[in-house]
């Protein structure tokens, strides 16, 4: 879209009259400065998420941790990874660009979670990066207890396993 932006601006359409820069103008600065942004973020090696017991950090979100009891529900769509969390005002959106994104298109910003991550920015796919959070996340009594009960199972099929009567 940029470069017929630049073909319009160019005399491609109209011959260069004022229509031509009504037109070219707004579609190159906006399909252009996405271009520049997302070429731009495919040679940023800075680390963009970081997972851990201590919590979830999502660079472009915010610097701080996010707790991973906090999050309420996770979920992939395509490339990106959209999180859900029970308090979203704990965990304000701090980076500039997701504010500016956020503040130009509120509505469609929410549908996609309260923090989300488009995984082909990333070296993993979003299938990894979910199984990375689940994994992190500490478990709870109840799972525990019921990893101990799973445990406890013989090989006979289960707790009501009868090896005498098999």
């Not at 009504?22 to 271009?35: E, I, N, T």
């Not at 919590?55 to 529900?73: Q, T």
């Not at 109840?142 to 445990?151: N, P, S, T, W």
Request: charged share 20%; aromatic share 10%; net charge positive.
């Amino acid at each position: 879209m940029a470069i017929a932006s630049v073909w319009v601006l160019s005399g491609g359409l109209g011959g260069g009259s004022l229509l031509t820069w009504v037109v070219g103008l707004p579609g190159f600065l906006f399909f252009g400065g996405a271009m520049v942004g997302f070429v731009a973020a495919l040679f940023d090696r800075r680390v963009k998420v970081s997972v851990s017991p201590q919590g979830l950090v999502v660079y472009p979100h915010s610097p701080r941790p996010i707790a991973l009891r906090s999050i309420k529900r996770i979920g992939t769509q395509q490339s990106q990874v959209r999180i859900l969390l029970h308090k979203p005002s704990k965990y304000p959106v701090e980076g500039r660009w997701r504010k500016a994104l956020i503040a130009i298109s509120s509505g469609i910003q929410r549908a996609n979670g309260d923090v989300w991550m488009f995984c082909q920015l990333y070296d993993c796919s979003a299938r990894e990066m979910v199984d990375a959070i689940r994994a992190a996340r500490p478990r709870t009594k109840f799972e525990q207890e019921i990893d101990a009960v799973v445990a406890s199972w013989d090989e006979n099929g289960g707790p009501y396993g009868d090896a005498a009567h098999g």
